[in-house]
């Protein structure tokens, strides 16, 4: 099991993200600060937590983790190396180290692919073993996840919300990343499988020895499963620490509020 003496696999240093406003209101700033001024470092082997309400710069900042979204300002390191250019090729070697996992399964996944098609489609554009590996590669898979070999021919269309993002899951794990990046990986599913879901990423990073990056608008969902945890809020992090500290003696107020208003327990 990898420890946090480890170099971090995935590391922001006063990230910011600064967008344009979109158009079409009336007396809106020009500029958005999406992420603001930033810091996290992830391991393998180790869950990290973000959770904040809705427009916090949660997804920006999962985009900046991923490789999607360059920085406005500050640094970007994936295995120690500042990421300057954000190129297709860099993307691509990024793309190797960590994977994303995103809200709807619906969305995430071609409609006209197979399961086996999309599951082998990351394996044939990083050019990953020959035909009979990658077939093998693609039946551990769905193993992995939990469905059984039949789903390979399903399409997406085919399968419950939650067998989908099982799927999505299995998609992301293809190329053996060092982290997985969930964005809200059980907001579209049904209230009965979203501890499946959360259960099942929680077993891979053990298995797996993953480094995880859950991130959450219900902070009751980030505890289950989160070594750290980052609470934000309109860009910033108010406050970061070891889970069981943020939760059980959180020093923000607006933490305090998250926990006052958070849902019952899943
Ligand atoms: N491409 C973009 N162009 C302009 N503004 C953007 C863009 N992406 C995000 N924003 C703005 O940046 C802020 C943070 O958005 P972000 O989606 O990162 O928050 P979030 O915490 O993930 O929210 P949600 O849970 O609703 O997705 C919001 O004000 C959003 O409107």
Redesign the pocket.
């Known amino acids: 099991m990898s420890t946090t003496t480890n170099p971090p696999v995935v590391e922001l240093c006063g990230v910011h993200v600064v967008?344009?406003?979109?158009a079409g209101t009336l007396f809106k700033a020009k500029h958005?600060h999406?992420v603001d001024d930033v810091s996290v470092q992830v391991h393998r082997g180790q869950t990290v937590g973000i959770v904040?309400?809705?427009?916090?710069?949660?997804?920006?900042?999962a985009k900046v983790l991923v490789g999607l979204q360059p920085p406005t300002r500050g640094e970007v390191r994936f295995r120690g190396d500042v990421v300057t250019r954000y190129t297709p090729a860099v993307r691509k070697k990024v793309g190797r180290v960590v994977s994303v996992v995103f809200q709807d399964p619906a969305t995430a996944l071609n409609a006209r692919m197979t399961v086996r098609d999309a599951l082998r489609d990351p394996l044939d554009v990083h050019r990953v073993g020959d035909a009979a590996s990658r077939e093998a590669r693609v039946r551990d898979l769905v193993h992995l996840v939990g469905l059984p070999s039949s789903a390979l021919e399903a399409m997406p269309g085919q399968l419950s919300g939650g067998q989908r993002q099982r799927v999505a899951i299995a998609r992301a794990l293809a190329l053996e990343p060092d982290v997985v990046v969930a964005d809200?990986p059980t907001s579209a599913l049904d209230v009965s499988v979203r501890a499946q879901i959360l259960n099942l990423l929680a077993d891979l990073k053990a298995e797996l020895d993953l480094g995880m990056v859950f991130?959450s608008?219900d902070i009751q969902t980030v505890r289950h499963v989160s070594d750290e945890i980052v609470v934000?809020r309109a860009?910033r992090v108010v406050e970061s620490g070891p889970a069981a500290r943020v939760l059980d003696d959180p020093q923000d107020s607006y933490t305090r509020t998250l926990l006052a208003a958070a849902p019952a327990l899943l």
């Open positions: 967008f344009k406003s979109r958005v999406a904040g309400e809705s427009g916090s710069g949660k997804s920006t900042m809200e991130i608008h934000m860009g």
